[in-house]
């Protein structure tokens, strides 16, 4: 009996400690830092795919933070729209893609600091006789679906006609083939796309409304959280000059990062 006791015990212990290592795995395993986050991968230069990989400015600025948080990036890639609706969901982190703050979206999420500043601007066809905003009027603008420019657009001209697509190519190309008028994006994201392709496109105006560019986190305690930190990680960029840097790296030579 006492022999028969012994095995029994021998064996429950055994079996504690196989438990307690696989929960130390487990535990091991839960504690790595990831952070999701979303780019649509076609917003050149903020973020996309160059010999399969994804980079940009947003990109670089997002991974550099996030490695001196101790996370690692796991990237999720769709439309504009789509990712702004998974954030929503809570199945990524943040996004990275030039995402402008405004009222509407700061009742849905946590900000962090300002990383850039954008200027919502129109270029069309160089052929095109627009020079102003004005001759615009009556005209068809094409711009990117769910992108903060398009509403503006709407609200700075209500007779300019917004046409959005699902991906920044095609609203650019048709403003290129002169099947829309004229195309709304950033001013400093145009620069770099004219200067890369050298395409036939000029601006039509000064920007029309200037916007704090910015890490969106869901309205929750981790989200505050992520914002906090990520703001620290943002001053530290912006005051030893990577923030800067990248900027000029991207952005032919413009620093987006201050405000004009």
């Known amino acids: ?6 095995l029994i015990i021998t064996m429950a212990v055994m079996l504690l400690l196989a438990a307690c290592g696989n929960v130390n795995e487990k535990s091991g395993d839960s504690e790595k830092k990831v952070l999701r986050a979303g780019s649509t991968a076609q917003s050149y230069p903020n973020g996309y795919e160059e010999d399969g990989k ?6 670089e600025v997002f991974e550099k933070i996030a490695e001196n948080l101790g996370y690692d990036v796991e990237w999720v890639k769709t439309d504009f729209a789509g990712l702004m609706g998974q954030l929503e969901t809570g199945k990524i982190d943040t996004v990275a893609n030039f995402v402008a703050v405004t009222e509407e979206r700061k009742a849905k999420y946590n ?7 954008a200027g919502a601007t129109i270029v069309t066809n160089k052929d095109n006789d627009y020079d102003s905003l004005d001759d615009l009027k009556g005209k068809t603008v094409s711009g990117v679906l769910g992108s903060n420019n398009v509403v503006n657009l709407e609200n ?18 048709d403003a290129i083939n002169n099947r829309v008028d004229g195309y709304v ?9 004219i200067e890369k392709g050298d395409l036939p496109l ?7 409304v200037y916007e704090d560019v910015s890490f969106p986190f869901a309205k929750t305690e981790d989200g505050e959280k992520l914002a906090e930190a990520f703001n620290a990680e943002i001053k ?6 990577t923030l800067t840097e990248l900027s ?9 990062t201050v405000k004009e």
């Open 185 to 193: 994006n950033s001013k400093s994201s145009l620069i770099a796309e």
């Open 248 to 256: 000029k790296k991207y952005f032919a030579g413009e620093d987006i």
């Open 202 to 208: 000029k601006f039509v105006g000064d920007p029309f």
């Open 1 to 6: 009996m006492k022999k028969k006791l012994l």
């Open 54 to 59: 994804l980079v940009g400015f947003d990109v």
């Open 111 to 117: 900000f962090s600091e300002p990383y850039a500043y």
């Open 236 to 241: 530290k960029l912006r005051e030893d000059g």
């Open 156 to 173: 700075f001209d209500p007779e300019i006609i917004a046409k959005t697509y699902e991906t920044r190519d095609g609203a650019m190309n």
